[in-house]
């Protein structure tokens, strides 16, 4: 059973530390909808930091959502990097991210991720990832 970690709204967003939790992704984890696909990816990072089950499931695409979401209680995420996002079609975005991390005491790992999402109504939904490599 997961225990969803709340952020007082006055701390700084996981995703943007300059930001606070209550105007940046907080406002999407409470239920408006992210307005673009990068806000749509920085809330999800912000919702793995938080081990925010829901939220994930709820932005994930019926066709590629898992039954549940594990978190690794030894992981430490350090931060995100947004390196790019595009529009590709009429409902559709990519984002290309860095995600870094750490496990146990374990030195800094990077995860590099080109995600694609769908736009369906109003809201952005994640569709999938493809990795694009992983370094230090
Ligand atoms: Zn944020």
Not at 6 to 33: Q, V
Not at 46 to 71: D, I, K, M, Q
């Amino acid at each position: 059973m997961q225990v969803t970690r709340r952020a007082p709204s006055f701390e700084p967003c996981p995703c943007e530390p300059s930001r606070p939790y209550a105007e940046c992704c907080g406002r999407w984890h409470a239920g408006t909808p992210a307005p673009s696909a990068e806000a749509l990816m920085r809330s999800r990072y912000a919702a793995f930091v938080l081990c925010n089950e829901a939220y994930l499931l709820s932005t994930w695409h019926p066709s590629t959502r898992p039954a549940g979401v594990t978190f690794d209680r030894g992981q430490q995420w350090l931060g995100l990097k947004v390196v790019a996002a595009s529009v590709t079609g009429v409902n559709q975005a990519e984002v290309e991210f860095i995600a870094r991390y750490r496990i146990g005491g374990g030195s800094a790992a990077r995860l590099h991720e080109r995600s694609r999402f769908v736009l369906e109504g109003e809201r952005w939904l994640y569709v999938d990832g493809e990795q694009r490599g992983t370094r230090r």
